[in-house]
């Protein structure tokens, strides 16, 4: 079992998983279907390569929060033939992550690290105005998900939901599993994923300044 490690570093980053129309949310770190999409740009693969696209599903996935950023609001006026319309953009301002993407297949992390090296298409975190502001590859960890992105300075993580781990993990659901990037028939599934936060360990009393 080995792990690809990513780091994803950018004045801006937006992770969208459930953006409509006029509104363009962001997730809080990195969602599954927007770093499967930067990968798919690494090869020069299409919205409708479907079967190239879909190994890449099938990965573990999971994030730590390096440095959360701060959420920022922007809006772009958009113009149709008949209207002009004002669309509300969200980003994170400065924020950094760690990303690791398992599975048992060596050969495949190995061709997407040389990819992500030397990609195809420009890459972006989350949109096309959003650069990486460092080398997105880090290294290939021959670790599981976990151990892989394990900091002891870290305190927040969001991992795939893994039914063998902790019983006091409770997952909840978003819709950020891929199927389909195509713009005819563009499909994802739900998502069962856990967001791992550990207590500082800092030692206080609250009477030692009285």
């Given amino acids: 079992m080995s792990t690809l490690v990513l780091t994803l570093a950018a004045p801006l980053q937006s992770w ?4 409509k129309f006029e509104r363009r949310n962001t997730e809080r770190e990195p969602t599954k279907s927007g770093v499967i999409g930067l990968i798919a740009c690494a ?5 409708d390569d479907v079967d190239k696209i879909k190994t890449l599903f099938e990965l573990k996935f999971g994030v730590r929060v390096d440095k959360p950023g701060v959420l920022l609001h922007d ?8 209207s002009a319309y004002v669309t509300n953009r969200y980003y994170l301002s400065d924020a950094k992550f760690t990303v690791g993407l398992e599975g048992n297949d060596l050969a495949l ?11 195809v298409w420009p890459l972006f975190l989350g949109r096309r105005s959003c650069p990486p502001a460092e080398r997105v590859f880090f290294e290939i960890a021959d670790k599981p998900l976990r151990e892989a992105l394990h900091d002891p300075e870290s305190k927040w993580y969001v991992f795939d939901f893994d039914s063998s781990l ?9 819709r950020d599993n891929p199927e389909s990037f195509s713009q005819r028939h563009r499909k994802y599934w739900n998502r ?3 967001e791992v936060r550990k207590r500082l360990d800092i030692e206080h009393d ?5």
């Fill in 16 to 19: 969208g998983a459930d953006s």
């Fill in 43 to 47: 090869f020069g693969y299409g919205r």
């Fill in 75 to 82: 809006y772009h006026t958009a113009k149709s033939e008949k």
């Fill in 109 to 119: 992390l190995q061709r997407i690290a040389d990819k992500l090296l030397n990609p």
């Fill in 166 to 174: 902790d019983d006091d993990e409770y997952p909840f659901y978003r």
């Fill in 192 to 194: 069962r994923i856990v």
């Fill in 206 to 210: 609250a009477f030692e300044e009285v």
